[in-house]
């Protein structure tokens, strides 16, 4: 027995180690069998054996102890005139009213056939001496029929099959408090459910993942969606199949869905041309055009756009070089430049001297300070090398703008990405989906969907700065956020001390297997300890044996860090509040239906020579050559020899230039 106080369970009265549950259920069959066969013998059976009932009982109770014990009872009597008294029988009364002269009532009246026979009294006579023994073989010969064992034999068996009905609970309740005895009861803290419990607990309708323990998918509340969700598991522990279900339950909706697969695993399995979907990839042709100019809608939004760009290096060191091309990046976006004009531009520092000159942003590539003007223009045009990647305006399949896709949320993102391009990518997929987190940060109208952002290994992009507002501020959004990665330490990698808030955020977790060291402690401590009542016994040997009890609280955590680190595959805990379940789930093996890939051609891709591909294509392929020494450059007959001086210390002072811009970086 227990009492909730400051906030825990206290122990009122620890129960005995005896099976009482078991108790209990026996006691309740015998008591209720009672019940059934007072009943039967109360209200069913003839009025005569009713009326004995009282009688018959005391009489078999007390004849059962002594052949010659002997009470005072009153028996019934019929009579008419000119006839003797004679006991009455089962056909001579029923349910009636007769009134005796004492003015007493007998609960009976004489039936027609004893009318018929000239009866016309019914009453009891005096109070006489009987024998209980013989007057009970009486009435079960005369008024019972000998039919005792065949009354009683229903009112038994009900009570049988009531007790037969409580022993497993019972037992099952027994089984349980052995266990909690034994192991300890929870007093504070989160709860470890199993499926079953977890789903009645938690009473979720919305989101769900498919077990191998029962036939119902074990659910989330439909409000904590909006409250993201995040998935943390090593390669091959099963975060894709979980993201499976997740996706098909989103497509399943209507829903849209932001989804970045640098594995393309999900892209051809859900892409759908016909929905209205989307490739982000400037290598696949079914990439459309996009320029970064085409989303802005004010000067103040190109400043967040470069913050996506341009990333600072994880020692913290050298920061003067990126937000200085941060702030020229914003303000060359005023010109709504394509990318090609932007490589253009970042390949030539005289247009950007030109189009910075007489502003407050011209002093960060002062020609006087050399080494901090090659820094500031090396690092701008470390981007030079994604955006020549993005297909021209008549080459892409058709164009887009993630403003334009906020506002109609028609189809799903697939943002992809090939292993050997993945770093020259890098910058523009974090500048997409922090653009799309931007753009839908809003409160969605009634005609718009729900968006989906579903992330897997979040560590292969740079870091995204928007991020931390979609999980912090993008609840009102009503877009869910579902990050899936390998540990905590590629997050703190990338986002330093914020890396434990957009931990602590989303509202569903599911760990799987992970080996990172001190990853299961990080996991054990995030689940949660709990507080544990145990009851301890000592055994007491020699002339005094017996038994001593204590109580001992102590806490510990819920789940074991090795627990963690030894899940199997496709085995995983979830937590949402303070609810804990274990569960192990299938893998669906969806079906292709789109390519993952399909290269678009780029001749400013192709290799100056024929690269080598098989052992048998060798004599296809020219072994390149070495580059001649380039020639002096000549002066043009209409050039001035000063012209062509000035050209070769340009060309100089490029290279002084490059080399300092590494030196800073480093």
């Known amino acids: 027995m227990a009492k909730t106080m400051w ?12 099976p009482i549950y078991t108790y209990g259920a026996i006691f309740a069959a015998i008591v209720l069998t009672a019940v059934f066969v007072y009943a039967r013998l109360r209200f069913v059976g003839t009025p005569l054996e009713r009326f004995y009932m009282p009688v018959y009982v005391r009489t ?11 009470s005072q009872y009153r028996m019934l009597f019929l009579t008419g005139r000119g006839q003797k008294p004679s006991p009455a029988m089962a056909e001579d009364v029923v349910r009636g009213k007769t009134i005796e002269p004492s003015g007493r009532i007998i609960p009976l009246a004489l039936s027609p056939s004893a009318v018929q026979r000239g009866n016309d009294l019914l009453f009891r006579g005096p109070v006489r001496n009987y024998v209980d023994a013989p007057l009970c073989d009486y009435l079960k010969v005369a008024v019972y029929k000998n039919d005792l064992s065949a009354m009683l034999k229903i009112p038994l068996l ?24 034994k192991y300890g009861r929870r007093l504070k803290g989160p709860e470890r459910l199993t499926p079953q419990e977890f789903n009645r607990a938690v009473k979720g309708d919305g989101i ?18 909006a409250q993201h969700m995040q998935i943390i598991g090593d390669t091959g522990s099963g975060k894709s199949a979980l993201l499976f279900q997740v996706l098909r339950q989103v497509q399943g909706r209507g829903d849209s869905a932001i989804v970045y697969d640098p594995a393309r695993e999900f892209v051809k399995r859900f892409y759908d041309r016909g929905r209205g979907d989307v490739i982000l990839n400037p290598l696949d042709k079914r990439c459309p055009y996009w320029g970064p100019a085409e989303d802005l809608r004010s000067r103040s939004e190109a400043k967040a756009l470069a913050a996506s760009l341009f990333q600072p290096p994880q020692d913290r060191k050298g920061e003067f070089f990126i937000e200085s091309p941060q702030k020229i990046f914003a303000f060359l976006m005023a010109y709504r430049p394509t990318p090609d004009e932007l490589v253009q531009w970042m390949s030539n520092p005289d247009e950007i001297d030109r189009r910075l000159k007489g502003t407050e942003h011209a002093h960060l590539i002062d020609p006087r300070a050399q080494q901090q003007r090659a820094g500031v223009l090396g690092s701008l045009g470390l981007v030079a090398d994604s955006l020549r990647l993005l297909p021209k305006r008549n080459e892409g399949n058709g164009t887009w703008t993630a403003t334009e896709w906020a506002e109609k949320r028609k189809g799903w993102i697939f943002i992809t990405s090939l292993p050997a391009e993945r770093e020259a990518l890098r910058p523009l997929q974090s500048l997409w989906i922090d653009w799309l987190v931007l753009r839908l940060l809003n409160e969605p109208t009634k005609e718009q969907k729900r968006v989906w952002f579903v992330i897997d290994e979040l560590a292969s992009l740079q870091k995204l700065p928007q991020l931390h507002t979609a999980i912090t501020e993008g609840r009102k959004g009503q877009n869910p956020v579902l990050l899936g990665f390998q540990g905590k330490a590629q997050l703190e990698y990338l986002y330093g001390h914020l890396a434990e808030v957009m931990l602590s955020q989303p509202a569903t977790s599911v760990w799987l297997t992970t080996k990172e060291p001190n990853a299961g402690e990080w996991v054990s401590k995030f689940i949660g300890k709990v507080e544990i009542e145990r009851l301890r016994e000592t055994h007491f040997d020699g002339t005094r044996a017996g038994h001593n009890f204590t109580i001992e609280r102590q806490v510990e955590p819920l789940v074991l860090e090795s627990e963690i680190s030894g899940l199997p595959d496709l085995h995983a805990f979830m937590k949402y509040q303070n609810k804990v379940t274990y569960f192990s789930f299938p893998y669906f093996d969806m079906p292709e239906v789109a390519k993952p890939f399909e290269l678009r051609e780029r001749p400013d ?3 100056p020579y024929i690269p080598k591909t098989e052992p048998g294509t060798a004599e296809l392929a020219q072994e390149p050559q070495p580059p001649a020494a380039p020639a002096e450059p000549q002066p ?31």
Do not use: Y
Not at 7 to 18: A, D, L, N, S, V
Not at 636 to 658: F, W
């Open 7 to 18: 906030g825990r369970k206290e122990t009122i009265i620890w129960p005995q180690r005896r």
């Open 60 to 70: 078999s109770f007390l004849g059962s102890f002594s052949r010659t014990h002997s």
């Open 158 to 181: 009900c009570g049988a099959g009531i007790f037969l009905l409580l022993l497993p609970f019972a037992v099952t309740k027994d089984v349980r408090r052995q266990k909690s005895l």
């Open 208 to 225: 769900g993942f498919k077990t191998d323990d029962m036939k119902e998918m074990i659910r989330i509340p439909a409000k904590a969606e």
């Open 605 to 607: 891709d192709k290799l």
């Open 636 to 666: 043009q007959p209409n050039e001035p020899a000063a012209a062509h001086e000035r050209q070769q210390e340009t060309s100089a002072q490029d290279d002084t230039s490059e080399q300092q811009a590494l030196t800073f970086k480093g």
